[in-house]
Nanobody, 117 residues
């Protein structure tokens, strides 16, 4: 059974940092691309970062480029999202995502990130 469990969210002041983690199980983690998404109430879920199976290539949404860093530890079956220089507009629920066999999509339960003074 595929499971994705996010952690690390919280309340942070503008300009601060947070590190999100997503612990994965139920599939061969090292074989698959992993992504982080975020969603604000009333808006569509937005992909913010993606990392290849080896970790050798990453992609970012323009809104977070230069501030967020996605990484992974294939020995720990965990993907991370380091978020620096946080802005109020980064406030959202952040989700971990995996797509298996190009059609089976899984999400974690999400972790709330709130950027506010």
């Amino acid at each position: 059974q595929v499971q994705l469990v996010e952690s690390g969210g919280g309340l942070v002041q503008p300009g601060g940092s947070l590190r999100l983690s997503c612990a994965a199980s139920g599939f061969t983690f090292r074989w698959f691309v992993m992504s982080w998404y975020r969603q604000v109430p009333g808006k569509e879920r937005e992909e913010v970062a993606r990392i290849t199976s080896s970790g050798g290539s990453t992609n970012y949404a323009d809104t977070v480029k230069g501030r967020f860093t996605i990484s992974r530890d294939n020995d720990k079956n965990t993907v991370y999202l380091q978020m620096n220089s946080l802005k109020p507009e980064d406030t959202a629920v952040y989700y971990c995502n995996i797509v298996l066999a190009s059609k089976y999509e899984y999400w974690g339960q999400g972790t709330q990130v709130t950027v506010s003074s």
